[in-house]
């Protein structure tokens, strides 16, 4: 695993090695890779065994009576250079470190601002341009489609199988899983606001204020897409959530439940409720968050109780359903877009009654912890006064745009080839010594071939990179890894399961 500092999230930079893990926040602004980080500790060691050395053998020569041949004198000397040339060793690749992170973040906020001004041009130019532009669109559209089913027709006559709309996404997964891709996106969404602010004939330097002050960005962007898919019918949730509890029968697997002790202490099938041992470490955590589907409970709840002091774990799962239009199914792409919107989205609302029905009381200190949409979930829930949120884990989610709050640990676990978490925007450089980062590229030759539309955003994919956390020797992680296991008990705890359901006016699902 390699880490380095990435302060400038929104950057499209030289991609570090295939598989690196980069670490930015934590209160550091070094870029080192965990290997060099590992040198650097090594190197620091080494300096200090040597200057212990050359001060026991000093010891020595001060009290030897003489040291014939001068090897004690020579030991000492080298001794001593050997403790400065590895402390030297240690103070240049930490000052390395130090420089190329300055100029990545200079290089970030320089692209994002240049992003910014060329949003704002083309919405300005746009209202001229976008009759044609659309026009434009709709015949390449057409002609598409046309040159895709007469190609279709043709394989046809030829007694080959039609090409199928998936195999097309498919050939093309290398292009929106590229990390370039991810990067650019992220560019693209942070200037929505100055491109909206340009169409509306708003001066540049009053869009780029507004968007620096947070006034405009993400949130407001969102909030469009839902005005105007509303206007369509699409996106509008104008139904009522409701959470039951489900028992073990529903979440257990083939393999059993995840997280629950021992086969010996394992609860029956009709059971509400299981034993489970407390986190031991970040894999620990992704592995009990909820894999996102149709029919399966979105989140999972755990209850540490320690000394008439209870703590909890809330883990929440990933979208599971994309239909433009609400359904049944609360973790749904309304959802998404609601949240991205700073709203309280049906999803939410489903975590919240889960919660209060399994108990979690004001001052109770809660770590929540999801994956994609439930991490921007987790994220929201920093903000909710009827919870002590202590802490969130997120892995692959959006929420670059959430300004949660310095006093919550976060720790934000994002692939660079995962477009969903680039649609939040540009991440900024967050000083806070409670807020860190880890990236990589997922789709390395050890796992390029995992299957799915987007294999850098699933959930085994994140845990593998979770493992990877749990086996780093940085500083930082290991620090912000020990403050969030800490919110919830080393004592055994109780887990329950809790599915949420959508209705909508007049029975419809």
């Keep these: 695993m390699a880490v380095r500092d990435a302060d400038g999230g929104g950057a499209v930079q030289p991609a570090p090695p295939a598989g690196a893990v980069t670490v930015s926040g934590g209160g550091a602004t070094t870029v080192l890779t965990d290997e060099l980080e590992t040198l650097a500790f090594a190197a620091t060691d080494i300096a200090q065994s040597a200057e212990e050395w050359t001060a026991t053998i000093g010891t020595v020569l001060w ?79 057409v002609e598409g489609a046309t040159a895709f089913f007469a190609w279709n ?53 009053v869009a780029r204020v507004l968007s620096a002050r947070g006034l405009t960005g993400v949130s407001t962007s969102a909030f469009g897409v839902l005005v105007g898919a509303g206007m369509i019918g699409a996106l509008r949730d104008r139904g009522t959530v409701d959470v039951r509890q489900v028992s073990v029968r529903d979440v257990a697997s083939p393999a059993g439940v995840p997280g629950v002790v021992a086969p010996s202490r394992a609860p029956s099938p009709a059971s509400r409720s299981a034993t489970v041992p407390s986190p031991g470490g970040v894999g620990d955590l992704l592995e009990r968050v909820p894999a996102a589907s149709d029919d399966s409970p979105q989140v999972r709840i755990e209850r540490f109780d320690t000394e008439g002091r209870s703590s909890w774990a809330v883990y929440i799962g990933g979208t599971a359903a994309w239909d433009l239009t609400a359904g049944e199914q609360p973790w749904d792409l309304t959802s998404d877009v609601e949240a991205m919107a700073g709203r309280s989205s049906a999803s939410y609302d489903a975590v919240v009654q889960a919660m209060q029905q399994a108990g979690v009381q004001p001052g109770d200190p809660v770590l929540a912890v999801g994956h994609s949409q439930g991490g921007l979930l987790a994220a929201q829930l920093a903000f909710d006064d009827r919870f002590s949120v202590g802490g969130i884990v ?98 055994d705890g109780e887990a329950s399961w809790w599915i949420g359901e959508r209705t909508m006016p007049g029975g419809r699902g």
Aim: no cysteine; net charge negative.
């Design 63 to 141: 009290l030897a009576s003489r040291d014939d041949g001068g090897h004690l004198a020579a030991a000492h000397r080298a001794a001593t250079a050997i403790a400065d040339d590895a402390r030297a060793v240690a103070v240049g690749l930490r000052l390395a470190g130090e420089a190329y992170g300055a100029t990545e973040r200079g290089v970030a906020a320089a692209q994002e601002s240049a992003a910014g001004v060329i949003g704002w041009l083309a919405g300005f130019f746009g209202r001229v341009t976008v009759p044609v532009v659309t026009l434009a669109a709709a015949w390449a559209s």
């Design 394 to 491: 997120t892995a692959g989610a959006p929420i670059a745009s959430v300004d949660v709050p310095s006093t919550v640990a976060v720790l934000q676990l994002e692939h660079t080839d995962d477009v969903v978490p680039a649609l939040a925007g540009a991440t900024p450089p967050d000083p806070s010594p409670e807020h860190l980062m880890l990236r990589r590229e997922y789709l390395t030759p050890a796992n390029v071939d995992v299957a799915g539309y987007l294999p850098a955003h699933d959930l085994d994919g994140y845990r593998q990179t979770a493992a990877l956390v749990d086996a780093s020797a940085d500083p930082r992680v290991q620090r912000m890894r020990e403050e969030v296991l800490g919110i919830t008990s080393s004592r």
């Design 153 to 205: 027709g043709i394989r046809r006559l030829l007694g080959e199988p039609p090409v199928a709309p998936e195999q097309l996404v498919m050939a093309a997964r290398g292009l929106y899983t590229d990390p370039f891709t991810a990067s650019l996106l992220r560019l693209l969404v942070s200037s929505v606001d100055d491109a909206g602010a340009g169409a509306v004939g708003l001066p540049l330097p």
